[in-house]
């Protein structure tokens, strides 16, 4: 047994910084805040460094005997998890500015939560995977009731407790029957047995069935999509912001992982599922959205319609399939984090945050900046051409097409048809209607130039980063093969 | 011979300490009660050789599920003559319940008999299981050991986060404070005349 510490030294980093800003915080109060946030945020950047530079073929095999692996996959997800990690972790600051219940727990909770979600993207066991979806879940059931005296925070923790132990459960009852039948809970090894057996036992497709399951649960799509709309709503807003992004990627690269590695030799079994599941998603993400008036709720629903989308990726399965699912969750993030910053710094006359849409009426006149922001995201999210949400769904189709599936293709462009429609409603609010009251706009330097930043990412000019995120993307889905 | 007679009066002891947790008047005694079951239970583990399930019985559940169970009972005012008021009511369902027990139970003894699951290898007699289980934890399984520690970690800091609040009206030790109390300021050198006293 060798042991390649070397291979984990951005999680290790996490893992050691983490009790150094927790002993501050303990020692210093509530005034250590500060100094938990900028450093969680310098840990993270630090740790994607460390995760990009070091990645020799050398150090990229099984680690730890096959309980993790530092390949372009794991490293491409931890990236993206620890940036936009890092981006919730900033945009919280004006947003809680007002609040006094805040403390350094914070960043320090979505620290230890990203130590999970980097877990997950790199595990490849049975064990580990559970592990770091715990340390994930765990941190996000109390960052979700983060806000304890608010009756709505404090029910979205418990509902996404709840929930999440039983996703949990039945995700676990999944694992026990895969290594029941195969013998291992090792990817290769699941792999391996799987490939042997020309007819799959029932046990093995129950297996497969539960614990794709309680993997849907976790990145939210239809039929186990129930907790998103409430747990997004209930949440303070920064912690939704920081829902909707790293643990989504997480999520989805864990996911894609355990199809394709553990899963592979299966594909016609899983396939039928995730195809149900994308367009499920699809269609009653984009549907559900419309009668909303929360704008939280409806960025929920825009989640479930996105996972819809990513899901064809998957069905499609193969090196572009996977490709196409990495290339779209870089750039959903992106939009996702992008829209939340603009809802985050929405404030009314009394300097309370709004959440309705209603509060978004004429928001073009006062904020023209801001107005155009989210529109540029709204579009983006629709998928309308011109902008850089367009190229990902794109892919996510071509995947599909290569495979032979024509109809999934088709219904997923009608979907987006639909989708569409709820985006254009908000531009709409923003640009057509007339003001009801006025809205201020609490937007540090720092956040204006987030904003900006992604605005410009996803605007047509994002075009010119095809090249460097498609290798990227391309990359990291050539080391699930 | 030894174990026979062990095992007969540990088996007895669970069965006696389970009926009595049902009986007793007293949820607090009940609690007891199932205490020592969860005892009795641990002894029977250690004589088919399972030391470590065996521990775990008496770490996790006597240690700290009944302590729980206890404190639930104490600090929550139930009132338990109205809860057992239904138990005619409700005997029929609990007869049911402990029919389809006796069944599952009847069928994992057959299906025991029927032969091995996967993979028929016998359990090593080298090590004992809590070494064997130790060895795999600190080596092949040691990132998820850590990572379950880790987790952890996260529940104590969540259990603070969502519990703790500064309280304006409740005097508390500010060690700080008395830490960096200095003499000079603290203490007040007096020579008080005789039978005038002090001024405080």
């Not at chain 1, 936009?84 to 909770?109: K, M, T």
């Not at chain 1, 069935?209 to 998103?228: C, E, N, Q």
């Not at chain 1, 829209?339 to 209603?358: K, Q, S």
């Amino acid at each position: 047994m060798t042991y390649n510490f070397a291979a984990i030294v951005p999680e290790l980093m996490l893992i050691i910084g983490e009790p150094i800003l927790m002993l501050t915080a303990s020692t210093m109060g509530r005034r250590a805040t500060k100094i938990t946030t900028w450093g969680t945020v310098a840990l993270l950047i630090a740790a994607t460094i460390a995760a990009l530079v070091g990645t020799e073929p050398s150090s990229a095999g099984p680690l730890f005997g096959g309980l993790l692996s530092a390949d372009p996959f794991a490293v491409y997800g931890k990236a993206l998890i620890y940036l936009s990690a890092a981006v919730a972790i900033i945009a919280a600051n004006s947003w809680f500015a007002r609040d006094d219940e805040h403390g350094p727990e914070y960043p320090i909770l979505i620290l230890l939560a990203t130590v999970g979600m980097s877990v997950m993207v790199s595990a490849t066991n049975m064990i580990t995977l559970y592990v770091g979806l715990e340390l994930n879940s765990l941190s996000a059931y109390i960052l979700a009731s983060y806000r304890r005296t608010d009756a709505r925070s404090a029910e979205a923790g418990l509902k996404y407790f709840v929930l999440g132990a039983l996703a949990s459960g039945i995700l676990l009852y999944g694992i026990s029957l895969l290594y029941g039948f195969t013998g291992s809970t090792q990817f290769s090894a699941i792999a391996a047995a799987l490939g042997r057996d020309e007819a799959m036992g029932i046990g093995l497709l129950l297996g497969l069935v539960f614990t794709l399951s309680g993997l849907a649960f976790k990145i939210s799509a239809v039929p186990f999509h129930m907790w998103t709309p409430d747990v997004y709503e209930g949440s303070p807003t920064p912690v939704t912001t920081f829902f909707a992004s790293a643990p989504k990627v997480a999520a989805v690269l864990l996911a894609t992982r355990v199809c394709i590695e553990a899963l592979g030799p299966a594909i016609d079994a899983w396939r039928q599922i995730i195809i149900f599941a994308a367009l499920a998603s699809i269609f009653l993400g984009a549907i559900a959205a419309w009668g909303q008036t929360n704008i939280k709720r409806l960025l929920a629903y825009s989640s479930i319609n996105n996972i819809g989308f990513v899901l064809i990726g998957l069905a499609a399965g193969g090196a572009a399939g996977v490709s196409a699912v990495l290339f779209y969750m870089a750039i959903y993030v992106v939009m996702t984090l992008g829209a939340f910053l603009v809802v985050l710094n929405l404030r009314n006359a009394a300097g309370e945050p709004v959440e309705a849409i209603d509060a978004l009426k004429g928001l073009s006149s006062r904020r023209p900046g801001m107005a155009a922001a989210l529109a540029v995201f709204m579009f983006s999210l629709a998928g309308i051409p011109p902008l850089f949400g367009f190229w990902p769904k794109l892919m996510v189709f071509n995947a599909a097409v290569e495979q032979g599936l024509f109809a999934l293709a088709v219904a997923g462009i009608l979907g987006t048809v639909v989708g569409a429609f709820y985006y254009l409603k908000i531009v709409k609010v923003m640009y057509f209607d007339e003001a009801e009251e006025e809205l201020h706009y609490a937007c540090g330097n720092l956040e204006a130039a987030f904003i900006g930043l992604f605005a410009l990412i996803v605007s047509p000019l994002g075009y010119l980063l095809i090249g460097p995120i498609g290798s990227a993307a391309d990359n990291a889905a050539g080391a699930l093969f | 011979m030894i174990g026979i007679f062990a095992f007969y009066l540990f088996a007895t002891l669970t069965i006696l300490s389970g009926i009595l947790v049902i009986f007793a008047r007293n949820p607090v005694h009940s609690v007891l009660w199932l205490i020592v079951a969860f005892f009795n239970a641990a002894g029977l583990m250690l004589l088919l050789g399972a030391e470590f399930i065996a521990l775990l019985l008496v770490m996790v559940y006597v240690g700290a599920v009944a302590v729980l169970f206890l404190f639930i009972v104490m600090m929550l005012d139930i009132d338990f003559a109205k809860l057992r008021s239904g138990f005619t009511r409700n005997l029929p369902i609990g007869l049911l319940i402990a029919l389809v027990l006796l069944a599952e139970m009847l069928i994992a003894i057959t299906a025991a008999n029927s032969g091995p699951l996967i993979g028929d290898q016998p359990a090593s007699t080298a090590q004992s299981n809590l070494s064997a289980m130790g060895e795999l934890m600190y080596t092949r399984y040691l990132v998820p050991f850590e990572l379950s520690g880790i987790i952890l970690l996260v529940a104590m800091i969540g259990a603070i986060v969502l519990t703790h609040r500064d309280r304006g009206d409740v005097r508390g030790q500010k060690i700080h404070h008395q830490v960096r109390r200095d003499p000079e300021e603290a203490i007040r050198m007096t020579t008080p005349e005789s039978g005038k006293g002090v001024e405080l």
